[in-house]
Nanobody
């Protein structure tokens, strides 16, 4: 069973940085796509960033130039480096991965087969 465990969330001042990590285990295949999405209370889920198996990335306009998604395939870990955090960034951040026999990432709004329990990010202005 695929398991994704996020860590690295916390509270920072506006303008600060955080690096989120997602440790993946249980794979019997190589996922085509992995990504991060976030959800704040009372708001809809928002796709933040996606990386495919070729290393191609996509970002939401709201985070472009501030967030960087990367992966360490050897250690099965996905990262999200967040810089210049803003008051509108606080949310629960989740990592997600496509299931087997999925060969396209789709758009940032796409729902993947597996996701973790989330890690909370808070930004103080």
């Amino acid at each position: 069973q695929v398991q994704l465990v996020e860590s690295g969330g916390g509270s920072v001042n506006s303008g600060g940085s955080l690096r989120l990590s997602c440790a993946a285990s249980g794979y019997t295949y190589s996922p085509t796509c992995m990504g991060w999405f976030r959800q704040a209370p009372g708001k809809e889920r928002e796709g933040v960033a996606v990386v495919d198996s070729d290393g191609t990335t996509k970002y939401a306009d709201s985070v472009k130039g501030r967030f960087t998604i990367s992966q360490d395939n050897a250690n099965h870990t996905l990262y999200l480096q967040m810089s210049s955090l803003r008051p509108e960034d606080p949310a629960m951040y989740y990592c997600e991965a496509t299931g087997p026999r999925v060969y396209s990432c789709g758009g940032l709004e796409s729902f993947y087969d597996y996701w973790g329990q989330g890690t909370q990010v808070t930004v103080s202005s």
